[in-house]
């Protein structure tokens, strides 16, 4: 199929977009950390099934060593590690910011790509990380135009950080799973195996930390938060995250984290008509702008 990397990656952002809005929604009653453990849950649990039903295994023993390695290195950069960071970075500053912010991932991972790899940067793609890097300033600085019903939505250096290392864990993680996912292998056996690393990472911190159950008295207090997690789950670690395992697959990385990397864009008019935030012409400027320097920096 004609352009399946590109549709895929824009499939993934529209995912990650509905993703962010219940993970946030879930945030308002119950912690980042609680919200990143059920998560991992619920998404392991779907997959086995998918996996069992289309591939006759519910775990793919068959990928070899090598894939596994990989697959599950990116699970614990990207998935546990990475994840942790943006939950909480929505927590702090919301959905709309954190998701722009999650938008410097492909900048991340052209720095990545040229130590670990060799890939030497041109003047062009150095212009679209200034560009980038400018835009998103723009918005992190317009601070009082932000709403949230009649809260007002004050940005923290703690919640823009933690953005900015959220973006750094996808950013490794997606250069790991191309690792992983060379060859013609399944995306939803992909995923399982990142989120077998996840669920191992974060449960297991839990139990040192004597947060298991914490975890599961929260989620018996607050049924409607685990409905939200559970909604943000079937659009980001199983069907978003499968679909971006597709989409570098068939795409070059910097195509497919260009196009991964327009949540923000999606979650204006989301902003506005859910989460009530008021932005004026500023936060919508700084917004095209980064989405512009994030497609500048991979223009050939």
Not at 31 to 46: D, E, G, P
Request: proline content about 4%; glycine content about 12%.
């Amino acid at each position: 199929m004609t352009f399946i990397g590109e549709i895929a990656s824009l499939f993934t952002s529209l995912c990650w977009s509905l993703s962010a809005i219940g993970f946030s929604l879930a945030g308002r009653q119950v912690s980042s950390q609680v919200i990143n453990r059920v998560r991992v849950t619920l998404a392991f649990t779907a997959l086995l099934l998918i996996n069992w039903i289309f591939y006759g295994q519910p775990i793919p023993f068959y990928a070899g060593g090598e894939r596994w390695f990989w697959l599950t290195l990116s699970g614990i950069v990207g998935l546990a590690i990475g994840d942790a960071f943006l939950f909480r970075c929505y927590q702090l500053v919301g959905p709309r910011i954190g998701l722009l912010l999650l938008s410097l991932a492909p900048v991340f991972g052209t720095a990545i790509a040229w130590l670990f790899f060799g890939e030497t940067l041109t003047a062009l793609q150095f212009a679209g990380i200034l560009v980038t890097l400018g835009g998103i300033g723009w918005v992190v600085l317009t601070r009082p135009a932000l709403q949230a019903g009649e809260v007002h939505v004050k940005l923290s250096a703690q919640g823009v950080l933690f953005g900015i290392l959220a973006a750094l864990g996808q950013a490794g993680g997606l250069v790991l799973s191309k690792q992983g996912m060379v060859g013609d292998f399944p995306p939803f056996a992909g995923t399982l195996i990142r989120m077998t690393a996840a669920i191992l990472s974060l449960w297991g911190m839990a139990f040192f930390q004597k947060q298991v159950g914490n975890t599961f008295t929260a989620v018996r207090k607050y049924p409607t938060a685990l409905g939200w997690v559970a909604f943000g789950a079937t659009f980001g670690p199983v069907i978003g995250v499968s679909a971006s395992l597709l989409a570098i697959q068939h795409a070059e990385i910097g195509v497919a984290s260009t196009l991964m990397a327009l949540p923000p864009v999606f979650m204006l008019p989301v902003s506005y008509f859910v989460f009530k935030e008021r932005f004026g012409w500023q936060a919508t400027a700084g917004t095209l702008l980064a989405i512009a320097g994030v497609a500048l920096l991979f223009l050939k």
